[in-house]
Nanobody
Framework: QVQLVESGGGLVQAGGSLRLSCAAS????????MGWFRQAPGKEREIVTA????????YYLDSVKGRFTISRDNAENSVYLRMNSLKPEDTAVYYC??????????????????WGQGTQVTVSS
């Protein structure tokens, strides 16, 4: 099992930017497909973006396309989420997730079996 620790959340004004990081340990990072999810109060957890094991394929929620970018550094055992042009509706707890072996991005939360503790992102209007 891989352990995941997110960082980089915080409070930002609308239009601002944040970069989230997820550090993995305890597994062969390059063998895991990775995803970022978010959950706002009273709402279900939703996919934000996902990336394949090699980083060659990605998936994005429609509402974040063109604003968010996922990337990974297998040498650093980390995956990143760059968030630009943030909106109040992006406010949520953001979670990093991992699933071993798939060669494609996984867009559904039930496909993952390793989760981080989450990091809060708050966008003020």
């Amino acid at each position: 099992q891989v352990q995941l620790v997110e960082s980089g959340g915080g409070l930002v004004q609308a239009g601002g930017s944040l970069r989230l990081s997820c550090a993995a340990s305890g597994g062969t990072f390059g063998s895991y497909a990775m995803g970022w999810f978010r959950q706002a109060p009273g709402k279900e957890r939703e996919i934000v973006t996902a990336i394949s094991r090699t980083g060659g394929n990605t998936y994005y929620l429609d509402s974040v396309k063109g604003r968010f970018t996922i990337s990974r550094d297998n040498a650093e055992n980390s995956v990143y989420l760059r968030m630009n042009s943030l909106k109040p509706e992006d406010t949520a707890v953001y979670y990093c997730a991992a699933k071993r072996w798939p060669t494609v991005p996984l867009p559904n939360h039930y496909e993952y079996d390793n989760w981080g503790q989450g990091t809060q992102v708050t966008v003020s209007s």
